[in-house]
């Protein structure tokens, strides 16, 4: 089983944008919380920590 986490920082307004994550047999698995139906992104682990070193640099 699959299992989505939010992010603590995710705030209970229903005009917010959220992202979930997973973690897949293949890596990471990025979704949109509002529009789960429209699949998710996989990434390698490697890739998904590039991913976050770069958004934590752009602050």
């Known amino acids: 089983m699959t299992i989505w986490r939010k ?3 995710t705030g209970s307004g229903n005009d917010e ?3 979930e994550v ?3 047999s ?3 698995g990025v ?3 509002k529009h789960r139906e429209r699949g998710r992104l996989e990434l ?3 890739a998904f ?3 976050l070193e770069h958004l934590k640099t752009r602050g």
């Open 22 to 24: 997973a973690s897949l």
């Open 17 to 19: 944008v959220c992202v």
């Open 49 to 51: 920590a590039g991913l």
């Open 26 to 28: 293949g890596g990471i």
């Open 31 to 33: 979704r949109d919380s």
């Open 7 to 9: 992010s603590s920082y």
């Open 44 to 46: 390698r682990r490697d």
